[in-house]
């Protein structure tokens, strides 16, 4: 019996993980089925894979020494709600990042501000965008950061959120109609910009 149960058990937690990345991955139901369905949550799960921010990759990473430092220009992230959403932003240097909250306002806040300044944001682990292992950093970055610093608007989850701010401060091309609302969307403009890209924790402690 207690057998079976764990096996049950397994299969939800199985089956939650799937729901929870289905809902955060901005995929339509129609993309979904437009394969099997087996092949289809294999090249999900796949995209997904090069993107994976977990608290053991940060574990590893500091084990092994190769946490990146963070400087002015940098792109960051962290998750939120225990992984079912995410958070980005603009590190502008002296342990600050730009973001957008969540009453729309564009501001820069600390490093623990940005990952745990309410219990929403249950981020514990800072992650960089890399390019090669190192990470994407231009100076150009951190001045629109900062330029757009101030501004502000009504939060909107679909159209104007802190994904769209990032990948217009990385870019400086994304326009009122890109409809850049998820995490994977922002990774999507990323690549277009820079090529494939790799997340890896920060060493932010040293800072």
């Known amino acids: 019996m207690t057998l079976r149960c764990n096996q049950r058990l397994g299969e939800a937690e199985q089956l939650t993980g799937i729901i929870k990345f289905l809902l955060s991955s901005g995929i339509s139901s129609t993309q979904i089925t ?43 992230a962290c998750d939120l ?40 944001r249950s981020g514990i682990n800072l992650f960089v965008a890399c390019r090669n292992g190192k990470p994407i950093r231009r100076t150009e970055i951190s001045k629109r950061a900062k330029e757009m610093e101030g501004a502000g608007r009504k939060y909107d989850l679909l159209i104007d959120n802190c994904h769209k701010l990032t990948a217009y401060c ?38």
């Open 81 to 120: 709600m225990g992984g079912i959403a995410d958070h980005s932003g603009i590190y502008i240097g002296r342990r600050r990042i730009i973001e957008k909250d969540g009453t729309g306002q564009i501001k820069r806040v600390s490093l623990h501000d940005f990952m745990s300044s309410s219990p929403l």
């Open 34 to 76: 437009n394969r099997s369905t087996p092949y289809s949550l294999y090249k999900l799960f796949k995209a997904k894979d090069s993107q994976c921010r977990s608290g053991f990759r940060a574990f590893v990473d500091e084990v092994a020494g190769r946490q990146p430092l963070l400087t002015p220009g940098c792109i960051v």
């Open 170 to 207: 990385a870019t400086g091309k994304v326009g009122e109609k890109d409809n850049i609302w998820t995490f994977e969307r922002l990774v999507d403009a990323l690549e277009e910009e820079f090529g494939a890209i790799e997340w890896k924790s920060v060493s932010y402690r040293n800072i």
